[in-house]
Every structure is written in C-alpha cells, then in structure tokens.
C-alpha cells in the first residue's frame, strides 16, 4: 500500500515521504496512529500545499542534528558499574544504560538509535558507540566502562590528596604569619619619625604658653 508519511519513522522515511508498506501495517498502525496517509489524489495535492513547510522543519532538524553531534563527540560518558578484578562486569552495559547516562547530561537519545558493540558491553575499558542522528548524519560517542568499587576508592584517595595540599598551603601560610611585616630599619626609621613628631608638638605647645 502507499502512504505518505506525516512524521519521520525510523528506518522508513521522513516527514513527506512517499513510501510503499504492507496493507496490515498501514491500516492497522501508521493510519490509526496519525503517523501516515493513505496516498491519494487529495492527500498529494495537501503534501504539495506543505512542502515550503515541510522543507524548513528538515532544515532545522539537520540544524539540531549538528548541535547535538558535536556536544556527543565532545563528551567523554563514564558508567561506573560493579565488576570483578578482572574486569569483568557482574551484568552488562546496554543501551538502556547509556541512554540514561546521556539523559543525565542532557542529551535524549532513543535506544534504537545507539549501535552498542555486541549489543552489550560486559568488560570494564574504553568503547566507541555510533550514534544515529538525523538523516545520514552520525555521531561517535566515547564511553568509559569503569569498576565502581576501585572509582570510589580512587575518588577517596583524590579527595584525601586534595585535602593535604590545603593544609600544606595553610601550613605555609601561617609560616609567613610569623614573620616580621618591616625590617628593624624600617622600623626604627618610622620611630625616630613619631618621635620628632611629639617633640613639634611639646614645643608648639610651650611656645603658646609662654605667648600667654
């Protein structure tokens, strides 16, 4: 059957597409759903009217499709999940996963759209996915598969570091508290000036009474 398509499916077409499916798929799915027409001369004539518009909303889903491929290839996504000291994962990875793990950084990727290596990952490492985007357009998404136990052994061990630099730092600092602010030149310089300061005054004063 022939139908034109009011939405983009995926791995059947975009908004506008005229495609050819199964009878049972369009009627009981895709025309139920509101996802499809069946194509005739007045559903043509109607997509003709839309074209214009049709035409911009792909140009701006390209648009977002480039947004979020470059803030996918910028990230690099670390799931900490239990494993062996082999490395071996007690579970697995899968797509699910890393569509929450992405969710939490603000990217909303459906599962179907990720092409996990094997379907699932079951080791601790490194791993590329590829990301379908808009159109043709893909993604490589860097996911770092981490054994939890020694990620927050590692995490205590940078926090009780980081803890030791501040007292090193303060313990310097309060070094220098201790240290004189003025050399004894200095010193002695702004006491011999304070000094004739208090003489200037006694002998304006006793000028003053002897006037008097």
């Known amino acids: 059957m ?20 199964a009878d049972g798929y369009a009627r009981n799915y895709l025309i139920p759903k509101k996802i499809a027409v069946s194509h005739n001369n007045m559903n043509f004539a109607e997509l003709k009217s ?10 701006e889903k390209r648009k977002d499709a480039l947004s979020v491929k470059e803030k996918i290839e910028e990230l690099s996504l670390e799931i900490k999940v239990s494993a062996g000291d082999s490395g071996k994962l007690f579970g697995a990875v899968t797509s699910a ?19 996990v290596p ?7 490492g490194n ?9 043709n357009e893909t993604a490589d998404l860097k996911i770092i598969v981490v054994n939890e136990r020694l990620a927050e052994i590692k995490e ?10 501040v007292v090193e730092v303060k313990s310097e600092f309060d070094e220098d508290e201790d240290e004189p602010l003025m050399e004894d030149d200095d010193k002695d310089a702004i006491n011999e000036i304070e000094a004739d300061s208090v003489d200037d005054v006694v002998e304006t ?3 003053k009474e002897e006037q008097e």
């Open 118 to 124: 094997s379907h699932t990952i079951k080791m601790v």
């Open 97 to 115: 996963t890393i569509v929450e793990a992405l969710s939490k950084e603000g990217l909303h990727i459906e599962k179907k759209k990720l092409d």
């Open 156 to 165: 205590k061990e940078d926090a009780a570091a980081s803890r030791a630099a």
């Open 50 to 59: 839309k074209a214009l518009a049709i035409a911009k909303r792909k140009e």
């Open 2 to 21: 022939k139908i034109i398509l009011k939405q983009d499916v995926y791995n059947l077409g975009e908004e506008g597409d005229i495609c050819v499916v």
């Open 205 to 207: 004063v006793s000028e």
């Open 127 to 135: 791993y590329s996915v590829k990301v379908r985007l808009y159109e």
